[in-house]
């Protein structure tokens, strides 16, 4: 497989993640198991998790897939596992960890403890990344990287990274961290796919001239790009048939960013692509996140062995020139189709 750097770090790691946030919800323990026994068959190397996972987060579940990754991790050699999780900061006030007194910033009493938690839960005395899962633009960044310094000094992680930042928050944490001689960012995690290509703008050119790497999550733009949605479909146990369904307002809003017809459009005609080329749309859409040069990883989960062999198509998967000119006709028909009602660009 590909290996690629994390940002200025010492850390190398494969062109594919294994994500981990379906584990002890939709995927129970064994089969969670199964797939991340086979992520290592293949060569995958890199696991990504997080302390409020799994999705969607709960208080009876906070910490679950943690513990499984934790179980399946004692019984492999650690050295070989770049492992990354995160700390859930302020939640953008929808989540609270249960934890009295409640987490609800990024500072250093939230950071040290959340990391030891999960030390704890993942049975393991280093993380390689620590990530802040969502910013806190309202917190005094000098705070937050004045912990995530001490964790690296302390060898409790290796390197730290950011989750669903924007450009402002990633070049702030740069000039900050370069101000005060405190660890750097070396990664940022956000939402990119085919049906969400913003990164490819602002975000890209940040990642390219300040050497911090993307690391996609959703690259299958919450499972709308499997085709499992088209025609109007809402398959039994999907994400978001449960948030169309019976979720509340805020989950129906986050629904109806992936499920529209813009989206469903979209990967109507990546399906006719995917036909030409015989994979699966999975497949594609993992290839493609895969050869952008500021993406050093893309993070792909599943439910079941099937769908984690599905993914594994884009393993050795490279489209020509041809096939990413194809796609960006379909971008330039349909832009900016992950809206928040289905109408209105983000």
């Not at 060569?43 to 579940?61: K, N």
Request: with cysteine; charged share 25%.
């Amino acid at each position: 497989m590909n290996r690629k750097r994390l940002g200025r770090t010492g850390l190398v790691v494969t062109d594919i993640c294994m994500g981990t946030m379906t584990f002890g919800l939709q995927a129970d323990e064994k089969t969670s198991f199964a797939i991340m026994d086979r992520a290592v068959d293949v060569g995958i190397d890199f696991f990504d998790t997080a302390e409020m996972y799994p999705v969607p987060p709960s208080a009876d579940l906070f910490g679950v897939t943690e513990e499984i990754v934790g179980r399946w991790l004692k019984g492999k050699n650690r050295g070989e596992i770049i492992l990354a999780t995160k700390v859930t900061g302020p939640g953008h006030g929808w989540f609270r960890p249960p934890i009295r007194g409640g987490f609800t910033a990024l500072d250093r009493r939230q950071i040290f403890r959340a990391c030891e938690d999960s030390l704890r839960r993942l049975q393991t005395d280093y993380i390689d990344l620590y990530q802040t899962h969502w910013p806190d633009h309202g917190m005094d960044p000098q705070e937050t990287l004045s912990a995530m310094t001490e964790l690296i000094q302390q060898g409790k992680i290796r390197a730290w990274g950011s989750s669903n930042e924007t450009c402002w928050g990633v070049m702030k944490n740069l000039w900050e961290a370069e101000k005060h001689g405190l660890a750097r960012m070396a990664t940022v995690q956000n939402n990119f796919s085919l049906i969400n290509r913003r990164c490819e703008s602002e975000l890209a050119q940040v990642c390219r001239q300040e050497n911090v790497s993307l690391l996609p999550y959703s690259p299958l733009g919450g499972g709308v790009l499997t085709g499992k949605y088209n025609h109007g479909a809402r398959p039994a146990g999907a994400r978001f048939t449960s948030y169309l369904e019976t979720g509340g307002p805020r989950q129906k809003r986050m629904a109806a960013r992936f499920v529209n017809e813009r989206t469903l459009e979209t990967t109507a005609r990546l399906q006719h692509i995917a036909l030409d080329l015989r994979v699966s749309v999975t497949a594609l859409a993992l290839a493609w996140s895969r050869q952008h040069d500021f993406v050093a990883s893309t993070i792909a989960g599943a439910t079941t062995v099937a769908q984690w062999e599905e993914c594994l198509q884009a393993v050795d998967l490279v489209l020509s020139p041809e096939t990413l000119a194809q796609i960006d006709e379909i971008d330039a028909e349909i832009p900016n189709p992950m809206t928040e009602d289905g109408l209105r660009r983000l």
